[in-house]
């Protein structure tokens, strides 16, 4: 990882919200393309050694993603994100809940804010998480940070492939 670049990952558990910031040395219609376009999402966007297989995604507000991470082993873990507002090249918002195979979700979820921006080559990624009980907030930071810090870790590797 790029040590000049910056990462900041906060949680508010009193607010049962998270917030991210990542820099990315890429430009902005790349890292945007990244995280809405299915064929770049499962190639980043699952911590090894588990990987991401999206089902189907219909990048449109209203529009769903449905996709597993997928363990060496073979375990699915299945989640379905809602697109909810989508204001393109810079802001994205979803909301997130696992569920099983068939699509039956696991209540509560996740919404998640998305806010794009670039300056001088470099894109900034800041993620706002507000989770619907603090239950589920306690449960998802147990693995969360390291594995999204990996994912993101991911995605940097990828953009340098693809700039």
Do not use: C
Request: glycine fraction near 6%.
């Amino acid at each position: 990882m790029n040590n000049d670049l910056l990462f900041e990952f906060n949680v508010d558990k009193a607010a049962q919200t998270v917030y991210i910031t990542r820099e990315f040395n890429a430009g902005l219609a790349l890292v945007w393309d990244a995280f809405t376009k299915p064929e770049l999402l499962d190639q980043w966007g699952a911590p090894a050694p588990m990987r991401a297989r999206t089902k189907y995604m219909d990048f449109k507000v209203g529009g769903r993603r449905f996709y597993a991470m997928i363990s060496p082993d073979g375990q699915e873990r299945w989640a379905v994100q809602e697109f909810t507002s989508i204001t393109p090249k810079t802001n994205f918002k979803m909301y997130n809940a696992f569920s099983d195979k068939d699509e039956n979700r696991e209540l509560p979820g996740s919404e998640w804010d998305y806010n794009f921006s670039e300056q001088n080559g470099i894109t900034k990624v800041h993620i706002v998480i507000y989770n619907e009980s603090f239950e589920r907030l306690e449960k998802l930071l147990e693995g969360f940070r390291i594995g999204f810090t990996m994912t993101l870790k991911n995605l940097e590797e990828l953009l340098a492939t693809l700039s």
